[in-house]
């Protein structure tokens, strides 16, 4: 296998949240729908304005990768919900799908063969490809620990 490919493997095994990591699909396959707008003391977001940010945030970086059109949100508003936001099942099952499906479309660009993952985005200021995916996988690992903790805290205020 040569290094290219081998490079596009453990990318793609990191976009999974492989290694140290743990995978969306393992945070929110059992995160109660009735608690994902539930406050906790001390944070700013629910559960669910985390999942939300995550998927803007994630759209944006796919985009700004594969459109010089795409205009980013705006900085740090556009990239989260209002905080008196919440949603019912079908909004927290949308933010969820859109999430895999924009993760899966990353992923997709990271296994293309014909995408040179060191060259810089012509549109950009020196990204590429590479530090983009890097940049999802980092994202997404963050706040999946944050999700982590939440549920934690969460199931431990629904027991008291």
């Keep these: 296998m040569d290094k290219i490919q081998s490079l596009r493997e453990h990318l793609l095994y990191l976009l999974d949240g492989g290694g140290a990591h743990i995978d969306f699909e393992s945070v ?6 009735d608690a994902v ?11 669910w304005a985390v999942v939300e940010h995550m998927r803007i945030a994630q759209s944006d970086i796919l985009e700004f990768s594969r459109s010089a059109d795409h ?9 989260w919900p209002a905080s008196d936001e919440s949603v019912d099942a079908e909004g927290w099952n949308k ?3 859109s999430f895999r499906s924009n993760l899966k479309e990353m992923k997709d660009l990271v296994a293309d063969p014909s995408v040179d993952l060191f060259a810089q985005i012509p549109y950009g200021t020196g990204q590429t490809v590479l530090r983009e995916a890097l940049l999802v996988a980092d994202h997404n690992a963050y706040h999946l620990g944050v999700l982590v903790t939440m549920k934690r805290l969460l199931e431990t205020k ?3």
């Design 71 to 79: 205009v980013s949100p705006k900085w740090p508003e556009g990239y």
């Design 95 to 97: 933010s969820v799908e």
């Design 158 to 160: 629904k027991q008291t």
């Design 28 to 33: 929110v396959k059992d995160f109660h729908v």
């Design 37 to 47: 707008n539930q406050k906790i003391d001390g944070l700013p977001y629910t559960a």
